[in-house]
């Protein structure tokens, strides 16, 4: 049936994805505002918030709101992103109403009560604590704290323990005054539903939310690049090799998201199969691209052990070389047929039909049809992405290490054996 869009008085958009085979409807609200929209000193505010939510409102304890979802089996949820705050719920479809209710109880009377404002803290330092411990969760943080130093895109989501100690429930309410308005949410759901009824329901919650946000949108975010190391007593040395990616709106994002694929998308991918297959020197290594509304940045992540992380890095400068002058036809079709199996299979997931919709309507204003994203896929050839890989890997590097970090090449030399503009790489011993 496709994809119907309405907007309330408000400027709240509502979109729906009727799917009358299914018992169960994946409903939610998606606020463009998340850990770059933060002030310095408000480093973490964002995703404290979103634990707060589920606090306590003026007519449902934080019990209640747990209860009241699980009394009819459903599933309540949030997340906060770089670019994006959710809040999303899934339930049978005679039940909709009600998850409707609570998402927009907790968006609109949020009590962020002192007394469970200060246990939510204390969780959120543990998850702090745990993330620090992690060492391949850690190594992101500091990955993008480098790529984008001194910038509120590249900081932890989570904040650091002295911010978010710091947080009262006046500064809460004043973040969500500030950041949540209707011109910066939209209201989706995907399931077993009818969209005249949802939006009835929406507006009947929802309608009359404030139009706009008071803040104006985050500052333009630039790539910088550099370098990270952190010596920790651990078995592997984490290690994260980035460059400048692409912004969604750039006519290379759908390119670069296949380059990645290409490169380290799976068992078949380059790096994989020098790296882990042919010379063994890592468990595991992948190649990613992240895209955000302004800027993005492509990595490739790895961990190895002391004894060959000296010739780990020189095998994966090679391969990221050679992609600058050959890709091969078969490694596109390839990448292309697993970016749309990929596609397809969470179109089986109402959850992920209703959050894809979220965030094309966030980043495009509009919903963008399968065949669409088909038709951008087939107009890639080998040599655009030849070419965008030689212009790719010619940025300032990003290099984030943790561990072991002792027998790395220094960043000099690892950005000296990268081509640059009017300058000729220098090779790096494998």
């Not at 299979?345 to 209703?354: D, N, T, V």
Request: glycine share 8%.
């Amino acid at each position: 049936m496709g994809v119907e869009v309405s907007r309330l008085s408000n400027g709240l958009t509502v979109a729906t994805e009727t799917l009358p085979h299914l018992e169960s409807v994946a409903m939610g609200v998606w606020v463009k505002s998340g850990s770059r929209n933060e002030q310095e000193n408000e480093h973490g505010i964002a995703h404290l918030l979103e634990h707060m939510a589920f606090k306590g409102t003026g007519k449902r304890s934080a019990l209640k709101i747990a209860t009241d979802i699980e009394d009819v089996g459903g599933e309540i949820n949030a997340a906060t992103s770089v670019e994006t705050t959710a809040f999303f719920a899934r339930v049978l479809r005679d039940d909709l109403p009600l998850a409707i209710d609570i998402l927009a109880d907790i968006l609109t009377d949020s009590k962020f009560d002192p007394l469970e404002l200060e246990r939510e803290q204390n969780v959120i330092l543990q998850e702090i604590g745990a993330a620090h411990d992690t060492p391949d969760d850690a190594i992101f943080d500091r990955f993008t704290e480098t790529a984008f130093r001194h910038q509120a895109i590249g900081r932890s989501i989570l904040g650091t323990p002295e911010t978010v100690k710091s947080f009262t429930s006046a500064q809460l309410h004043s973040f969500l005054e500030r950041q949540y308005g209707a011109d910066r949410m939209v209201v989706v759901a995907a399931g077993g539903l009818r969209h005249d009824e949802f939006v009835r329901e929406v507006e009947a919650r929802l309608g009359s939310f404030r139009d706009k946000a008071e803040t104006a949108m985050p500052r333009y975010s630039h790539y910088v690049g550099g370098d990270y190391r952190e010596t920790r007593e651990l078995m592997d040395t984490q290690i994260i090799l980035g460059f400048e990616g692409r912004a969604y709106h750039v006519r290379d994002f759908y390119a670069s998201q296949v380059l990645s694929m290409i490169l380290g998308g799976g068992m078949s991918s380059r790096l994989f199969q020098e790296v882990r297959e042919q010379r063994g020197l890592c468990y595991a290594i992948y190649a990613f691209h992240w895209g955000f509304s302004d800027t993005g940045i492509f990595g490739v992540h790895a961990a190895t052990g002391q004894a060959d992380i000296a010739e780990l890095v020189p095998v994966i400068l090679n391969e990221l070389q050679k992609a600058g002058q050959h890709i091969g036809q078969d490694e596109l079709d390839r990448a292309r047929a697993q970016y749309r199996a990929g596609l397809m299979m969470s179109r089986e997931s109402p959850a992920s039909r209703a959050s894809q919709i979220a965030r094309q309507l966030l980043l495009y204003g509009r919903p963008i049809e399968t065949e669409e994203l088909m038709e951008r896929l087939a107009g890639l050839t080998v040599e655009r992405l030849a070419d965008l890989s030689a212009r790719l890997f010619s940025s300032k590097p990003t290099v984030a290490a943790l561990g072991p970090v002792g027998k790395l090449a220094p960043f000099e030399t690892i950005r000296d054996a990268l081509a640059t503009p009017g300058t000729v790489p220098q090779k790096l011993a494998v």
